[in-house]
């Protein structure tokens, strides 16, 4: 196995959500309940899952934009060293996250530049150097990011983000406001960057066929937790926890995308967590046994299921 860049032990995010008359936090919103996952380099780990079962909130964390409430998240690089904690992120927006008054240039180079202050000409070299491996043409470096169409912002986007030099790269939801015909494209020059420099890609999305396209291993997300995690080929075509498979199931057979939630049920509150089983309340195979709490156990094919009845196991934790 490859070296491992990342590691999550227990991570657990809540954020208030109400407080009394004295200020006194009486609810919690439980974004992500004890997530264990290592990233290793040059692969893609999907992320997948519905709305709302915490997958932006990952995403901030692994950016440093979120401190764990509780738990251990650990770098193969030193957040301290010169290019900061090695990872960029690539928004579904990238308006939103590209400054509108910066000629695409000063943006692309920005993570580089904040880091190193290397002087004009060289900046500008490197940011032609970068538009040429994302596919923008140099004369146009010198417009805002609104001149440009989503798809060539959302390549900026990605210029921008491999000018930081990045153990790891988080993609949210890299394509889902794009037109279908554009998503292809940018997919595959993702796919291509990755060959040409052994990137490491941690995809986050809720569409199962952009998932299948990108990658090497895959993590389904329930309610703030992984309930499946193993090659994307056995995750995706032999699921083994209800909920992957109530997930398969939804995605019509084209690969058209999953929007919002399955059909027949509504993802429950994340105030008041379950007891045992997550899934328990919508899960068609639920018994008495399902009250237990349920850990991650490995199954003899190296995947990993939060569900008691999936396939032969050997315990795991
Ligand atoms: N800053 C926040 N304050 C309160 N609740 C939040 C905050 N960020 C996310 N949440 C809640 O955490 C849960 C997970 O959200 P999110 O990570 O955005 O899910 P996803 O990206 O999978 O749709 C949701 O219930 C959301 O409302
Ligand atoms: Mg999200």
Known sequence: ????????????VNFPARTNWRGKVTERVHALNGLDM??????????????GCGKSTL???????????SGKL??????????????????????????????VWRII??????QSRSDEKARRQLAESLAAKVGIRPEYLDRPPHAFSGGQRQRIAIARALSGQPDIMVLDEPTSALDISVQAQ?????????????????LISHNVSVVRHMSDRVAVMYLGQI?????????????QHPYTRLLMESVPRIGAPLDGAPSNTELPGNRQLPAGCYFRERCPYATARCSEVQPLRKLANGHSVRCW?????TSLQ
Request: glycine share 8%.
């Open 186 to 202: 940018i997919l595959n020059l993702l796919v291509s960057l990755q060959q040409q420099q052994n990137l490491t890609y941690v």
């Open 1 to 12: 196995m490859s070296e491992s860049l990342l590691e999550l032990n227990d991570v657990h």
């Open 59 to 69: 995403a901030k964390l692994l950016m440093g934009m979120l401190k764990p409430t």
């Open 227 to 239: 309930v499946e995690i193993g090659e994307m080929r056995q995750v995706l075509d032999a699921p």
């Open 38 to 51: 290592v990233v290793h380099r040059g692969e893609t780990l999907g992320i997948v899952g519905e709305s």
């Open 309 to 313: 009845q999936a396939g032969e196991s």
């Open 74 to 103: 650990e770098l193969a690089r030193s957040p301290n060293s010169w290019l900061g904690r090695g990872m960029q992120m690539v928004f579904q927006d990238p308006l939103s996250s590209l400054d509108p008054r910066l000629p």
């Open 109 to 114: 180079t920005e993570p580089v530049w904040i």
